[in-house]
């Protein structure tokens, strides 16, 4: 699976979510070093 552009919601989930905390290519999602981005990690670095 792959992917050409990421949206990140949070920075946390319930209350603390809901907001675009990252958005771009998969690399600038890790960049930013969300949670997400620190999920996408690993997977971009195979």
């Not at 809901?18 to 690399?27: D, F, L, S, T």
């Not at 070093?33 to 195979?46: E, M, Q, S, Y």
């Amino acid at each position: 699976m792959e992917a050409d552009w990421v949206i990140d919601l949070g920075p946390e989930g319930g209350g603390d979510g809901g907001r675009v905390v990252a958005a771009g290519p998969p690399e600038r999602v890790v960049a930013a070093g969300t949670h997400t981005g620190a999920a996408l990690a690993p997977v971009l670095a195979r």
